[in-house]
């Protein structure tokens, strides 16, 4: 009998929503789907996403962060996470608290990494977080991370400036490797060269280059990216390379949004369609660029 893999553990700092799925709550299941153990610490508890334009519930701030990631030391686990995952940040107050629970991790386990997603904004949309948190994703958050999520216009802010070639993609993703990340996951890629009826997705590292391609759908659905970057995380914890981490999650994600789209949903079918997770139903080619 071959011996169990160890078991992962990550620590995912997000929002938290009763009804419907984004933050932790579009997180912390596809990450259990795959076996991983998840420790999630809301920073917010709120009825649905914002995006209804009504809700109900609270933020909370950088202490009441702190004081659950006490009580999580108190148990001596911290040594046994092996990554740490945020996404929106409410404050650059709850920013310090996840930043300083890094650097705890990191001390009781230095080969623990820290995966950010840079919620900043989005084309259309631009900038929808609160002033202060792009200084701080750029200047504290992504220096401290090992991994980042950005979609294509985050990344265009971090690196501040605007990409439009590939070529220029690239280097915007070197100047973002140059704060501090090994690996940058960019989503969301409308690069010259992406077909109109494509979305491209790009991952990052060591110099190298991976792209996948998927057909471009028409669903707009909340909580997509919180899924993509839990589960390349996840996928490269398990294989150590951007580019199978890419290869599978895309895959993923892709067949969820999918399922969504199919179903006219206004939520992402995140636990309808949760084989896509362990077997997606179609697959992407990864290409070097």
Same mark, same amino acid.
């Given at each position: 009998?071959?011996?169990?893999?160890?078991?992962?553990?990550?620590?995912?700092?997000?929002?938290?929503?009763?009804?419907?799925?984004?933050?932790?709550?579009?997180?912390?299941?596809?990450?259990?789907? #795959?076996?991983?153990?998840?420790?999630?610490?809301?920073?917010?508890?709120?009825?649905?996403h914002t995006g209804y334009g009504a809700w109900t519930g609270r933020v909370f701030d950088g202490q009441?962060?702190?004081?659950?990631?006490?009580?999580? !030391?108190?148990?001596?686990?911290?040594?046994?996470?092996?990554?740490?995952?945020?996404?929106?940040?409410?404050?650059?107050?709850?920013?310090?608290?996840?930043?300083?629970?890094?650097?705890?991790?990191?001390?009781?386990?230095?080969?623990?990494?820290?995966?950010?997603?840079?919620?900043?904004?989005?084309?259309?949309?631009?900038?929808?977080?609160?002033?202060?948190?792009?200084?701080?994703?750029?200047?504290?958050?992504?220096?401290? !991370?090992?991994?980042?999520?950005?979609?294509?216009?985050?990344?265009?802010?971090?690196?501040?400036?605007?990409?439009?070639?590939?070529?220029?993609?690239?280097?915007?993703?070197?100047a973002v490797q140059g704060m501090g990340p090994r690996v940058v996951l960019t989503t969301s890629l409308?690069?010259?060269?992406?077909?109109?009826?494509?979305?491209?997705?790009?991952?990052?590292?060591?110099?190298?280059?991976?792209?996948?391609?998927?057909?471009?759908?028409?669903?707009?659905?909340?909580?997509?990216?919180?899924?993509?970057?839990?589960?390349?995380?996840?996928?490269? #914890?398990?294989?150590?390379?951007?580019?199978?981490?890419?290869?599978?999650?895309?895959?993923?994600?892709?067949? #969820?949004?999918?399922?969504?789209?199919?179903?006219?949903?206004?939520?992402?079918?995140?636990?309808?369609?949760?084989?896509?997770?362990?077997?997606?139903?179609?697959?992407?080619?990864?290409?070097?660029?």
């Open positions: 009998m071959a011996p169990c893999a160890p078991v992962v553990n990550v620590l995912s700092i997000q929002s938290h929503v009763a009804y419907g799925h984004v933050g932790n709550s579009s997180a912390v299941f596809p990450l259990q789907r #795959l076996g991983v153990e998840v420790w999630p610490v809301h920073t917010v508890q709120f009825s649905n009441a962060v702190e004081e659950v990631v006490d009580g999580i !030391a108190d148990r001596g686990v911290l040594g046994t996470a092996d990554a740490v995952l945020s996404g929106y940040l409410g404050s650059a107050d709850i920013g310090h608290a996840v930043v300083g629970t890094v650097a705890r991790v990191r001390a009781a386990n230095p080969d623990a990494v820290y995966c950010c997603d840079p919620v900043i904004g989005d084309v259309g949309r631009g900038v929808f977080v609160r002033p202060g948190i792009e200084e701080f994703m750029r200047d504290v958050a992504v220096p401290a !991370a090992d991994l980042v999520t950005p979609n294509h216009y985050e990344l265009d802010l971090l690196a501040q400036t605007t990409t439009r070639s590939l070529a220029s993609v690239k280097d915007a993703v070197a409308a690069a010259d060269d992406t077909p109109e009826d494509a979305v491209d997705l790009l991952a990052s590292e060591g110099g190298r280059h991976f792209r996948v391609r998927t057909p471009r759908l028409s669903v707009s659905v909340n909580g997509a990216g919180d899924a993509i970057a839990a589960l390349f995380l996840a996928h490269w #914890l398990d294989t150590r390379s951007a580019g199978e981490a890419l290869s599978r999650a895309a895959a993923s994600v892709w067949g #969820l949004l999918r399922r969504t789209e199919e179903a006219g949903s206004r939520e992402i079918l995140l636990v309808a369609a949760q084989e896509e997770y362990v077997s997606p139903s179609r697959t992407f080619p990864v290409e070097e660029v």
